[in-house]
């Protein structure tokens, strides 16, 4: 029989020893890690956050003329190449054909060579004469033949016996005679170019000496008295003008703000611009102020229909996100996306809103920080 194992008596209160002393480590290791721990004091309070502080305006619905601006680009109503209506030999190129030079009208620019010329108007005058002449001769036959047939109490069989044909043949070739003079005295004129028109020769195309076909460019002239714009607006614009518009009056402003005087509005819709799909509007500057030039961006304002129940605010209460934000009547945020009517300089004209009461409490410079609902301490400003 295998030998049996006994256990001592002493080793089991040994092994209880040990356990109990494993258990007393680890209580106290627990008991230093607790202590050792971070605490944090916490304060329970009842008092509410104090609410921010923000800048509103007092706003009422009121009726307003609605404004309408556009820049557009002051053009010269008349600017043209003035080309030679003759051709010839250049014999004289006077002072005011050099660029830059201002010209008024009916101040010489070129002189081509007239002698060709006056001989046509020497050969047309003889026509003239020649076929006065036939005429002279063909009424003399005419007034002949009535007499003979009068004084024979005979009636004329046809107008052929009276030589009326050849009256009519007669008066005829004597005004053709004279519409050719007319035309040849035209081109003699036409060999001293003139102005059309006051402005600047911006360039010169011609030389002295040189031979120019009709038709050939000379000078290239700009008016500088008379200028027109070309407004284009969209339909939302063009439907707060009061129309018709034809006969009235925009303001013009320098792009600084510097006001310019006043354009008359010559026309206005009708069509579409093709390319940018905007309503024209047409404007006559007939007197411009002193140092407006053609080429300059003017800023165009219209006066248009009044409008009623309108808010105007300052641009800094709306939000890049488009958005303005009010006040209610607890003191409680409000964001609201407005209807904007029209832009005037730094202001903006809105729809008054209908789902607050007025008068409204709209915030000056609202903050990124904003959210709808919170409480606010509103202190009344002006703007």
Aim: glycine content about 4%; cysteine-free.
């Amino acid at each position: 029989m295998p030998d049996m194992q006994i256990e001592s008596p002493t080793s089991k209160p040994r092994r209880w020893l040990f356990v109990t002393l494993a258990l007393a480590l680890l209580s106290a290791v627990v008991v230093l890690l607790l202590e050792t721990e971070d605490t944090v004091d916490v304060s329970r309070t009842t008092a509410a956050p104090v609410a921010p502080v923000v800048s509103v305006l007092h706003r009422s619905q009121a009726e307003v003329t609605a404004q309408v601006s556009a820049f557009a680009e002051l053009r010269p109503r008349w600017s043209a190449e003035i080309r030679a209506a003759v051709s010839g030999r250049i014999r004289a190129v006077h002072d005011a054909a050099l660029a830059g030079t201002r010209v008024t009208a009916g101040t010489p620019l070129f002189e081509v060579e007239r002698t060709p010329f006056e001989t046509a108007v020497t050969a047309a005058e003889m026509a003239v004469e020649e076929a006065e002449l036939a005429r002279l001769r063909a009424q003399n036959n005419v007034t002949v033949s009535r007499r003979q047939f009068a004084r024979n109490d005979i009636e004329p069989p046809n107008d052929l016996a009276l030589h009326l044909p050849d009256l009519r043949i007669a008066e005829k070739s004597l005004a053709s005679a004279q519409a050719q003079l007319a035309a040849a005295r035209q081109q003699l004129a036409d060999t001293v170019v003139t102005a059309p028109f006051s402005g600047f020769v911006t360039s010169r195309l011609a030389s002295l000496g040189q031979t120019v076909s009709a038709g050939e460019p000379l000078v290239t002239l700009s008016d500088d008295s008379h200028f027109e714009m070309t407004v284009e607006l969209s339909r939302s614009d063009w439907a707060l003008l009061d129309h018709p518009i034809a006969g009235g009056t925009a303001r013009l402003f320098h792009r600084d703000g510097r006001p310019l005087g006043t354009a008359t509005i010559r026309q206005g819709g009708g069509f579409l611009d093709p390319q940018t799909r905007q309503i024209r509007v047409f404007l006559d500057v007939s007197d411009p102020a002193e140092g407006v030039l053609a080429g300059d961006f003017l800023r165009v304002v219209f006066d248009g229909r009044r409008i009623a129940d309108t808010l105007t605010l300052p641009e800094t209460a709306l939000t890049r996100a488009g958005y303005i934000w009010m006040v209610d009547t607890d003191d409680l945020l409000v964001r609201l996306s407005p209807q904007i009517l029209f832009r005037s300089e730094d202001r903006i004209t809105i729809a008054a809103p209908q789902d607050l009461p007025a008068p409204w409490r709209v915030v000056r410079t609202p903050l990124a920080s904003f959210l709808p609902g919170q409480r606010v301490a509103p202190q009344r400003v002006e703007g």
